[in-house]
């Protein structure tokens, strides 16, 4: 079992650009995360999907938008990458909402 | 906002010594987990502990929760080099998770 893949692992983008963000699980998870880790702080909550089929907002949701391609998949879209969201972004999974969750290793993002 | 927050920032000891990491809360919460992140890497978890409990233990982890308080605290005893991390502490309150700050951790060997 591979847990949580995330692809890729290093990004560099211009003001402006447009990006996904992809993570598969391979643990037949039901809710699945994006978060975003700024240097010294911990983790702040991007989006969440508690099930197939349903998205929700997280803490700090502006300039992204998420889809639940299916049980497996979870991607992240930057329509209109700011040097604001600079970050690694972290994907995570768990078997249901209150579970234990599983991370990837993340995705280094910088926008120049 | 953030929930849970980590005492102390950071945290350098010797091998062998113990290493003690509070984090304080500050709504109800279902259950607090704990996490470890190694440098550049994603988050492990490490123990979870519910509301219901008062301590909890995962071989040289131990962990406290006193809802009283809204705090809870990680034990690690007889740290070696390899515990080297940063630790976040996880609250758990409806069925959103919100992780604080972390305390860095040192072992120096």
């Known amino acids: 079992n591979a847990g949580v893949t995330q692809t890729p692992k290093f990004q560099v983008l211009k003001t402006g650009q447009s990006m996904t963000l992809q993570c598969a699980q391979d643990?037949?998870?039901?809710?699945m995360y994006w978060y975003r880790q700024d240097p010294g702080m911990g983790l702040r909550l991007i989006y969440y999907s508690a099930s197939e089929g349903t998205t929700d907002k997280g803490e700090v949701p502006n300039g992204y938008n998420v889809s639940r391609l299916n049980k497996r998949e979870f991607s992240l879209r930057l329509e209109s990458a700011a040097p604001s969201q600079t970050s690694v972004y972290f994907c995570?999974?768990?078997?249901?909402?209150?579970?234990?969750?599983?991370f990837g290793p993340g995705t280094r993002l910088t926008v120049l | 906002s953030q929930q849970g927050e980590e005492d102390p920032q950071a945290l350098s000891i010797q091998e062998g010594e113990n290493a003690t990491m509070n984090c304080s809360y500050k709504t109800s919460i279902n259950n607090l987990q704990w996490y470890r992140q190694n440098s550049g890497r994603g988050l492990v978890h490490l123990i979870l502990i519910r509301s219901n409990e008062r301590e909890k233990h995962s071989g040289r982890l131990r962990v406290t929760l006193d809802t009283s308080k809204k705090s809870s605290s990680l034990l690690i005893t007889a740290s070696r080099a390899a515990d080297t991390a940063s630790y976040f502490c996880a609250t758990l309150g409806g069925f959103k998770t919100i992780f604080g700050a972390g305390t860095r951790l040192f072992v120096k060997a």
């Open positions: 995570a999974s768990s078997e249901s909402q209150i579970g234990t969750q599983y």
């Open positions: 643990m037949n998870h039901n809710s």
